[in-house]
């Protein structure tokens, strides 16, 4: 997936302390191509216990984060960037703005955008969202590095 994709696959370098990688995930075809990345990591929350977390670039129109998102539509909807963005994080050494976006309850979701796709982050549970807006997450894109990435236990949340 990594090298075919069409899409970033995007991976916190360094990860955060106690974190780990727990799956990776892609929506496409071998004729169109990856058309969206998912990388699911897990470690402990900022405020206590264990959170999960997914990263997830896509082309508009593909869904699958909105899907994550517990959204109906395909993309976060109209007027979700409206204001200055709850977050920012470093996405290949530039800030990229994210929003809140209101999905299911039980999780944090933001929304933004980086080299003309969207990109998501997902946390659960839904207090475990202040990672993304405290940690000063800075994003690779894992297309362009071979790392020595420590892998946990498969992530629940891809059995979806």
Known sequence: M?????VPVW??????????VTGFGEVGDEVKGVRASLVALAGPS?????AD?????????????AAFAGLSGPDPGEGFDAGP???????????APLWCV???????????????NWLWAIAWPAEAGCLIALAELSLIDMRDHDLDIPFGAFS???QD
């Open 2 to 6: 990594r090298k075919t994709s069409l």
């Open 11 to 20: 991976l916190p370098w360094p990860l955060p302390s106690g974190w780990l």
């Open 46 to 50: 900022l405020m206590e216990g264990p």
């Open 53 to 65: 977390l997914l990263l997830i670039a896509e082309e508009p129109g593909v869904g699958i984060g």
């Open 85 to 95: 963005p709850n977050a920012k994080i470093e996405v290949m050494g530039h800030p």
């Open 102 to 116: 209101h999905g299911s309850p039980d999780r944090a979701v933001y929304a933004g955008e980086a080299l003309g």
């Open 156 to 158: 629940p949340r891809l």
